[in-house]
């Protein structure tokens, strides 16, 4: 793998750890506990080395280590060896969490722009050509991240999560029996739901509400928080649902 460097970590005693870096000929020895965290050693790295906590990815026995999993709960003991990949600052990977079906590993670069890291999520998995969204959860709330702006712009960094969302048909149905159909995304909430059916019927939305799998659609909360899909079907109800 090109512009890699590769540490070695090994174990020894439970208390000390051997870090080798190859590429530039040099040993280095941490104290460890079985109760640290991946976190820690990557920290003591950096505070030896200066190699970016971001810029580290710790891996054994072919899986990636995460920060917070504790050291003796990884397997690890006095003759298994750790492998530390240091990645070039600019490049790092993300994944990419699809409709809450699938999440998907990007490699990419921290100057990519969030409109080019979509065009890559469809190019590799022959998504239509239709509007798409990035999200980034933060304090709890998803916000749309602007296509235009880096991945280093909107502060994403290495190992980041993301949610893609798609545009995609769902039907309505009245209490009537009718029936329509409309295009919509994961990031849509009631209100964009009402305006799309108030173009073709005169429905007066405070004498109805919206209900999908048994569940009141509430103002404000994106469709994809209820698990709406493609082909899903949202009835119109009479009446005040909290009455």
Not at 38 to 53: F, M, P, R, S, T
Not at 122 to 133: D, L, R, Y
Not at 204 to 219: D, G, I, Q
């Amino acid at each position: 793998m090109p512009n890699l460097e590769f540490l070695y970590v090994q174990t020894v005693d439970g208390m000390r750890i051997s870090v080798k870096i190859p590429s530039i000929a040099k040993n280095i020895e941490l104290s460890v506990k079985k109760l640290d965290i991946v976190a820690d050693v990557k920290l003591q790295i950096k505070l030896k080395e200066g190699i970016h906590l971001d810029n580290q990815i710790l891996m054994y026995a072919g899986r990636h280590l995460g920060d917070s999993q504790i050291l003796g709960e990884c397997g690890l003991s006095d003759d298994k060896i750790l492998h530390v990949l240091v990645s070039p600052a600019d490049k790092m990977c993300i994944y990419i969490n699809i409709r809450d079906t699938t999440t998907v590993r990007v490699d990419v670069r921290n100057w990519y722009t969030i409109a080019y890291v979509i065009l890559m999520v469809e190019t590799m998995f022959g998504f239509p050509e239709c509007p798409q969204i990035l999200l980034q959860t933060k304090s709890g709330d998803d916000i749309e991240l602007n296509g235009t702006q880096t991945l280093k712009d909107q502060n994403i960094r290495n190992n980041s999560v993301l949610m893609l969302l798609l545009d995609f048909p769902i039907f309505v149905k009245t209490w009537e029996g009718r029936t329509m159909t409309m295009v919509v995304s994961s990031f849509h909430t009631e209100k964009d739901i009402w305006e799309k059916i108030q173009k073709k019927y005169q429905i007066n939305a405070k004498e109805h509400f919206l209900c999908y799998s048994r569940r009141v659609l509430n103002p404000g909360v994106m469709l994809h928080v209820y698990k709406v899909k493609s082909n899903s079907t949202i009835s119109i109800r009479l009446g005040n649902p909290h009455s």
